[in-house]
T-cell receptor
Framework: GAVVSQHPSRVICKSGTSVKIECRSL??????MFWYRQFPKQSLMLMAT?????????EQGVEKDKFLINHASLTLSTLTVTSAHPEDSSFYIC?????????????FGNGTRLTVT | TQLLEQSPQFLSIQEGENLTVYCNSS?????LQWYRQEPGEGPVLLVT?????EVKKLKRLTFQFGDARKDSSLHITAAQPGDTGLYLC???????????FGAGTRLFVKA
């Protein structure tokens, strides 16, 4: 089955520093990947759509200069949280569609728990 | 804006009991998915329903898609502690591009 790998699984950083999270599709190509944020005991909130070779599309209310997304290849998208603050602490999850069709189900990475101190 | 309303939000039951989780919308979806998520992990796909009225079974789990493709349900028979987790319904938005998630149902099955 489709496998999406996310790294790191946990990261602790100091306020003001930047953190990069990687999302890889291991056995399929993904022209589009999605980045979600999840607060404790809540559902997934779509942050942005990562498009290979072009700019990401951000959801309303998500600061694109703070959450930098790069999708440089068909198997890798990265999310960089710049100048992190404690309120950025959250669970970040990436996903990709396997199968190419727009309504194909998403396959998720295992998430990254970010803690900003 | 398409919304998926999921209920109940929280459910705590004894092992062996049955339960049903509902996912409702005023909008039509071309397909709906059900995911299960455990703490600290990403959601795992359980099933996709595509055809109105469709029923799919996965061991003790039964998924149904409404005739009008606006709602879905997940029924678990004889729940076990291993069923504990966050259950999420999801569907592609009108453009078929972005996936919208319900608020989730947190299930706790006590031994």
């Amino acid at each position: 089955g489709a496998v999406v790998s996310q790294h790191p699984s946990r990261v602790i950083c100091k306020s003001g520093t930047s953190v990069k999270i990687e999302c890889r599709s291991l056995d399929f190509q993904a022209t589009t990947m999605f980045w979600y944020r999840q607060f404790p005991k809540q559902s997934l909130m779509l942050m942005a759509t990562s498009n290979e070779g072009s700019k990401a599309t951000y959801e309303q209310g998500v600061e694109k200069d703070k959450f930098l997304i790069n999708h440089a290849s068909l198997t890798l998208s990265t999310l960089t949280v710049t100048s992190a603050h404690p309120e950025d602490s959250s669970f970040y999850i990436c996903s990709a569609r396997h199968g190419g069709q727009m309504n194909s189900p998403l396959h998720f990475g295992n998430g990254t728990r970010l803690t900003v101190t | 804006t398409q919304l998926l309303e999921q209920s109940p939000q929280f459910l705590s039951i004894q092992e062996g009991e049955n339960l049903t989780v509902y996912c409702n919308s005023s909008s039509v979806f071309s397909s709906l998915q059900w995911y299960r998520q455990e703490p600290g992990e990403g959601p795992v796909l359980l099933v996709t329903v595509v055809t109105g009225g469709e029923v799919k079974k996965l061991k003790r789990l039964t998924f149904q898609f409404g005739d009008a493709r606006k709602d879905s349900s997940l029924h678990i028979t004889a729940a076990q502690p291993g069923d504990t987790g966050l259950y999420l319904c999801a569907g592609a938005d009108t453009g078929g591009f972005k996936t919208i998630f319900g608020a989730g149902t947190r299930l706790f099955v006590k031994a």
